[in-house]
């Protein structure tokens, strides 16, 4: 399952956004720094109406959309790296997401405290994006002096001590992880290490409820900022996404439109997500259920198929397909088989966004 931390200074909205997509979800957002020590965890469900058109087709008897865990980390602040406000056990959280989601403050509300006095994105990032770089600098000068021995025997230990500068430099430069070019190899050297600013990161730019649609000023600072390290921005609005839990799911669409945009913070922030970690959505259908399955763009039919179970892999023969678009006009699979839109795909074959498969197998 896909896991999303949502990190950011202290009041920036974290928890009040993380309350209103894990609607279900016992946060306690309130108005004073580390309100959240322990993270708080939630599953939401991935929306998706693909899933009711397949369901409808295949009269299943239930519905199974993918899911994805997001973890309410508590607000870091300037010396986090050093321990300040807890900072080493919020980092350690960190470590163990897929993806951040860094919610940035971008609106004016005098009622509600900044921890540094004011609204200012640039700074925040800053403070929050120089905390993770410290950290990782910590530990790649742990893992450098450590390497430094396995270097004067191993052509390995050379490479890596190589690699390892090459980072330390970039992060004493204050650029990230993710800012470095890396080869596959050496991507491949440093996963271990689970450093913090390599993590893929989406910002969260929170604005007011009037300027959901519009955004403002604040939000084209987070966006200059987000362009020159390959981050995505996706403006959200804590105080709208509160406001949507309490309404009926029919109104929900309505109360949307009135403030000029489509759809709310989760569906936006998991697109987002989806996209940035290069994840691919197939699906299975049948009278006993309709259900997403989560994969990486690049995955082959047998790769898939060990997603649901690894017998599936291992025993793979082919696999029945027919793209979801094909399938949901022709009305159902006898139809589209009639079309000749389903086919037999074999071992090699990448499965596509969208994929309807059935899966055959030798156990």
Not at 75 to 100: M, T
Not at 196 to 203: G, M
Not at 228 to 248: D, F, G, I, K, M
């Amino acid at each position: 399952m896909l896991r999303a931390g949502i990190v950011g200074l202290p009041n920036v909205g974290k928890s009040t956004l993380f309350n209103a997509v894990v609607a279900n979800a016992k946060a306690e957002a309130a108005n004073f720094p580390f309100c959240t020590i322990e993270p708080n965890v939630g599953v939401v469900s991935v929306p998706d109406e693909r899933l009711n058109v397949l369901s409808k087709i295949s009269s299943s008897k239930q519905i199974v959309p993918a899911r994805v865990e997001f973890v309410d980390i508590a607000g870091l602040v300037k010396g986090a790296s050093q321990g300040e406000g807890l900072g080493n056990q919020f980092l350690s959280h960190i470590r163990e997401v897929d993806a951040i989601v860094h919610v940035v403050r971008c609106f004016d509300n005098d009622d509600i405290i900044h921890v540094a006095g004011s609204v200012e994105p640039a700074r925040d990032i800053e403070i929050i994006n120089l905390e993770l770089g410290l950290a990782d600098l910590a530990q790649i000068e742990r893992r450098i002096e450590r390497t430094r021995k396995q270097a004067r025997t191993s052509k390995e230990g050379q490479i890596e001590l190589a690699l390892l500068e090459k980072l330390a430099a970039a992060l004493n430069e204050g650029k990230s992880v993710r800012q470095v070019s890396l080869t596959e190899e050496e991507a491949e050297i440093i996963k271990p290490l689970e450093l913090l600013t390599n993590k893929p990161i989406i910002y969260g730019a929170n604005v007011s409820e009037d300027e959901l649609a519009t955004g403002n000023e604040y939000v084209e600072k987070v966006r200059q900022i987000a362009s020159t390290e390959n981050a995505q921005v996706v403006v959200v609005s804590a105080q709208v996404e509160s406001e949507l839990v309490e309404l009926p799911e029919e109104e929900r669409s309505e109360f949307l439109a009135s403030l000029g945009v489509e759809e709310g913070g989760l569906k936006s922030l998991i697109r987002a997500t989806y996209t940035l970690l290069g994840l691919r959505t197939y699906f299975t259908t049948g009278e006993k259920e309709t259900r997403a399955w989560t994969i990486t763009a690049g995955m082959s039919a047998p790769q898939a198929a060990g997603v649901i179970h690894s017998d599936f892999e291992r025993g793979f023969i082919r696999a029945e397909t027919v793209a979801y678009k094909d399938l949901s006009t022709a009305g159902s699979m006898n139809a589209a088989k009639e079309k000749g839109q389903v086919r037999s795909e074999g071992k090699d074959y990448v499965v596509q966004e969208g994929d309807v498969m059935l899966f055959r197998f030798n156990v």
